[in-house]
């Protein structure tokens, strides 16, 4: 008995020895690791670089709008009839006054030379009666009644005169006139689309911004255009109106700027771009857009700084600096407050840092920033 117990013994004291020195080899292990992460100084990041530049800016409003005919309408028939001409193509410029559609006025051409010479034979009557009653002949009754047959029959006349003006359709202002939606036979009743006709040269473009621009309005300032339609290519125009009031839906307000339009290319209807530019420039600072960091409790960019110890060369590192941002043209942004001119910040790389983190600069592959970059298809 005395054996066996001995021998349990011997196993534990055993089994307590092997782990001591496992516990032993653990520790000093981690111990070593410890003392080398303390010790350890993690790489420094490749990122370019951009200084922090001082410039003037022509601040600007940017807005989406629509392009609009100055003058604009969809021409009709006011009296029905049957269309005997049509005198326009489909597309076509027309001058003011061009005849555009004639009506079928056969009848009231024939019924116009019947009232004609009854306004003949009134006319002749009356000078009789007038020269009748010079003379005593007749009496004021007789007289006032030629005249008022003479005044219905020329009423008459000018009735059939204008049903016929009526029936011939002209341009009402000179522009391009859309697809005719009638042919030659036609019957139509008052009202009938003949076609659609826009005036193209100046033209409107209207645009909403929200209520806070409203400070910065005023009639006048100019505008700038771009439209997809037409890649490259920019209009200049003018501030004209200020809707004086504001939408209570969305709180913005109305806007219609004129444009020149010699050319057509902008048609009615049309999308645009437009840029309500201010008179007055400002100093601003810029960065490019790409060195800022987004977040929900603030944008920062990172600014290079050399530090260094004693007995050791001076090191690049970046330290994080909350900034405040503003207008945002193709790639660089407004820094409104946060930056002086001449600083240096981490133009490509700021995702990937933390504050104080060591850097290397490598701006030999680094892309320029400029206000209208234009990329080129490859």
């Given at each position: 008995m005395k054996t066996r117990t001995r021998q349990w013994l011997w196993a534990v004291g055993g089994i307590l020895a092997v782990v001591g020195v496992l516990v032993g080899v653990k520790a000093g292990q981690i111990g070593a690791m410890i003392s080398s992460g303390k010790s350890f100084t993690p790489p420094p990041e490749s990122v370019t670089s951009a200084p922090v530049q001082a410039a003037e800016w022509q601040p600007?409003?940017?807005?989406?709008?629509?392009?609009?005919?100055?003058?604009?309408?969809?021409?009709?028939?006011?009296?029905?009839?049957?269309?005997?001409?049509?005198?326009?193509?489909?597309?076509?410029?027309?001058?003011?006054?061009?005849?555009?559609?004639?009506?079928?006025?056969?009848?009231?051409?024939?019924?116009?030379v019947a009232a004609r010479a009854d306004a003949t034979l009134a006319r002749l009557s009356l000078e009789r009666a007038r020269s009748l009653r010079q003379s005593d002949v007749n009496t004021p009754a007789d007289l006032e009644g030629a005249e008022a047959r003479a005044a219905q029959a020329g009423a008459a006349v000018a009735g059939l005169e204008a049903a016929i003006a009526k029936k011939t359709i002209r341009a009402p202002f000179t522009g391009r006139i859309a697809i005719r939606q009638v042919e030659v036979g036609q019957v139509v009743t008052p009202g009938t689309p003949v076609a659609s006709l826009q005036s193209v040269d100046p033209t409107f473009v209207d645009f909403w911004l929200p209520q806070q621009a409203l400070s910065t309005l005023k009639v006048g300032q100019q505008v700038r255009l771009q439209s997809d339609t037409w890649p490259g290519s920019t209009w200049e125009g003018t501030l004209t109106t200020i809707n004086p009031e504001i939408d209570a839906a969305t709180r913005n307000v109305r806007l219609r700027a004129t444009f020149p339009n010699a050319d057509g290319r902008l048609r009615p209807g049309m999308f645009a771009s437009?840029?309500?530019?201010?008179?007055?420039?400002?100093?601003v600072l810029l960065v490019p857009a790409t060195s800022a960091v987004y977040a929900p409790y603030g944008d920062s960019v990172f600014v290079l700084e050399q530090a260094g110890e004693a007995g050791k060369p001076p090191a690049t590192v970046a330290r994080q600096r909350f900034v405040r941002l503003g207008e945002r043209r193709g790639d660089l942004v407004v820094v409104v407050s946060g930056l002086k001119a001449g600083e240096t910040v981490v133009s490509s790389g700021a995702f990937k840092l933390r504050n104080g983190a060591s850097v290397v600069v490598h701006n030999d592959q680094a892309p320029g920033a400029v206000i209208d970059p234009k990329p080129v298809d490859r």
């Open positions: 600007s409003q940017a807005a989406s709008g629509s392009v609009v005919a100055v003058h604009g309408v969809t021409l009709g028939a006011e009296l029905p009839g049957t269309v005997r001409e049509i005198t326009f193509d489909s597309g076509a410029w027309v001058k003011q006054g061009t005849v555009l559609v004639r009506l079928d006025t056969s009848t009231e051409e024939a019924q116009l437009v840029e309500v530019l201010s008179a007055e420039r400002q100093a």
